[in-house]
């Protein structure tokens, strides 16, 4: 296995969102190019077929409350997070499944072979704790 140094590229911020950045990119880019693979594939076959990825940052369910509630006192860990300039909140898995609502209804009908990154920017390297 590849160490974070190998993975990124020179001169890359050592940051928490980068190291994250590079340690997954490599996860996150096979998943875009299977997503954007298959809609051009049975696409061109004429199957009616969408294929689309969600990549999501932290959402607010179970598997994140649990560890921060057994990890001490949750209200610092919260404070963390809450201190980042934004968003002031988690994702909510209601606002995952809004948009993989929407990309399975009538109204995404020609939208195939996308990736939707939510995670309000936290990938792009600008934000984090």
Do not use: H
Not at 5 to 10: D, H, L, S, T
Not at 15 to 24: E, F
Not at 38 to 50: E, K, M, S, T
Not at 90 to 117: C, H, K, N, P, W
């Amino acid at each position: 296995m590849l160490s974070d140094e190998q993975i990124c590229a020179p001169g890359a911020r050592r940051d928490a969102v980068r190291r994250r950045s590079c340690s997954n990119a490599w996860c996150e880019a096979e998943v875009v190019t299977l997503t954007k693979t298959a809609a051009v594939r049975y696409g061109n076959i004429g199957y009616r077929i969408r294929v689309d990825a969600i990549i999501r940052g932290v959402v607010k369910a179970t598997l994140i409350d649990n560890p921060i509630e057994a990890s001490g006192p949750p209200e610092a860990l919260r404070a963390a997070y809450d201190g980042m300039p934004m968003p002031k909140w988690m994702a909510t898995v209601d606002d995952v499944a809004g948009l993989a609502g929407y990309l399975a209804s009538d109204a995404a009908a020609f939208i195939s072979g996308r990736e939707y990154v939510m995670d309000w920017a936290t990938t792009t390297g600008t934000i984090g704790v």
